[in-house]
């Protein structure tokens, strides 16, 4: 199966080189789109050298810094049209391993619609977090679970494997929400399509350079989206009752606007 990691970043510049490379080493068949929404730091031209070096590495230049999730959407948008049949997302800043990528991958090959990279299943893990933050996150996803229904235990993971099919299936033109909100939001649509739904296990590390583009205003509309989502579910009743089978995957051990600068 062809798939096109997306790479959203901004402010990239200490780390795009070498997690470019260790995506090129994990899984040397997967091209990857670079999604830059015009870093200062010149992150897209560290991309673009990168993608001379290494090969199959696209960058695409946005005008302005629109969000994590308007990134996602144009790079699948883009993915979609060039016939890929996996579309991944995953962070630009080395917290998510590209070693586990291939794990994903053989995932959504099996049969999946959706691969998510876990924390909170089996062989998962965030080894540097202090417990507080393990227990806000941790009960953040209980939330979405009670509200939503989905019985998935990493909703808010940002490392994950699309099948080309689904994504086509829920409209994401429609899909508005960003950080936070956006990693809920499609488990939320991929399972209302009737996605089937894995976990695969993965370590989750805490940047080493750069700066975090968490907020509170990216936590507090995601908490508000699940809320309203939750209770136009049960009081007006939109969203339709597809069922869908969720397995969790045996961790292996080892295993807007934009213009478009593309690497040769």
Not at 3 to 11: D, E, F, G, K
Not at 148 to 171: K, M, N, P, Q
Not at 180 to 199: K, S
Not at 239 to 260: E, K, M, T, V
């Amino acid at each position: 199966m062809r798939a096109l990691v997306v790479l959203p970043t901004y402010q990239e510049a200490e780390n795009v080189a070498e997690v470019l490379r260790r995506l090129r080493a994990a899984a040397p068949g997967a091209d990857v789109l670079v999604v830059d929404d015009s870093s200062p730091d010149g992150t897209a031209a560290i991309a673009k050298a990168a993608g001379h070096e290494l090969g199959g590495i696209d960058v695409l230049v946005r005008p302005t810094k629109s969000g994590l999730g308007s990134a996602y959407r144009a790079g699948f948008a883009e993915g979609l049209a060039r016939g890929y049949d996996v579309l991944v997302e995953m962070d630009s800043d080395l917290s998510h391993d590209p070693a586990r990528l291939p794990a994903l991958l053989r995932a959504v090959e099996a049969g999946a619609d959706l691969a998510v990279g876990s924390r909170y299943v089996p062989g998962g893990s965030i080894p540097s977090w202090p417990v507080h933050r393990r227990f806000l996150s941790r009960a953040g996803n209980r939330y979405v679970d009670l509200v939503l229904d989905l019985s998935v235990r990493d909703a808010t993971s940002g490392f994950r494997a699309y099948r080309a099919e689904i994504l086509r299936r829920i409209d994401l033109a429609s899909v508005r929400a960003d950080g936070y909100g956006f990693q809920i939001e499609m488990v939320y649509r991929v399972a209302a399509a009737g996605g089937q739904i894995v976990e695969q296990p993965i370590e989750f590390v805490d940047r080493q350079r750069g700066t975090s583009k968490m907020s509170f205003r990216i936590i507090a509309e995601a908490l508000l989206l699940v809320t309203w989502w939750g209770v136009r579910d049960r009081v007006v009743g939109r969203r339709p009752h597809l069922p869908f089978r969720l397995h969790l995957a045996p961790h292996s051990g080892s295993s807007s606007s934009a213009r478009s600068s593309r690497v040769a």
